[in-house]
């Protein structure tokens, strides 16, 4: 192995880590996830939605999109008290529905089109109370995070993330390395049976979900999308999209 990872297996195992080189070449001979997936997409009244698989929490805002497809969201009008109600509980039962899906897909025995039908949106909707809200047990709280987009005269287009979780992630930096070591562990549930406990050779839950929008007849670029703030990223984007349609 080289300098970089010697000095990146020193600094954690210094921080009472249990990482050896032996695992660095693993990983770099199998990659837990070697090719990504085509992204997951959904068609939202004529352009496509599109956003990275889990272990990101992408799916989040595509059932979100899918919920709100069934109201006049314009009719509600923009940042009203219905428009951020109905906003706000489709967010929740969005992240309910596809949080056992939020982990390395690998754990995951569901279908990935099966929370993205018109059924599972039909039933999410029936739970939503236009006069209560849906009281959570658990706030989702975060911030942060860093987002690039850039597109060319060509239309070649890039929604980029970059995040390493908490503050200087986890407060590692090897020797004579220019970068901090990320803490996306956290993001793993201690539960037994939970598709996100935590173990060895797992993709841990990914808050970063950059996004891009295309005419769905055509499949020309409209948009790239993303926003910061970890656990507020989908309804975030959700936001955002909406303002660029309205």
Known sequence: MGVTAQNIVAAVQEA???LTEEDMKEHLLNPPNPVPDEALSIDFNGVTIWEMRPNTIGIVALVIFNILK??????LGHNSPDYIHLVA????LAFLEAWEYLCDPKCCSKRMDEILTEECAQKLRKKIDPESAYRCHQPF???NTSYVAAVDREGNACSFIC???SYFGSGIIPEDCGFAMHDRAKSMSLEEGNTNTFGP???PLHSN???IVTETGTNDLLAVLGVIGRWMQP???VQVFMLFIG
Request: net charge positive; charged share 20%; hydrophobic share 30%.
């Open 70 to 75: 069934g109201y006049d969201i314009r009719g």
């Open 16 to 18: 009472g880590g249990a």
């Open 141 to 143: 709280l975060g911030a």
């Open 163 to 165: 995040s390493i979780c």
């Open 209 to 211: 979900m950059p996004a």
């Open 201 to 203: 050779n797992k993709l």
């Open 235 to 237: 309804q975030g984007q």
């Open 89 to 92: 509980e489709a967010t929740k």
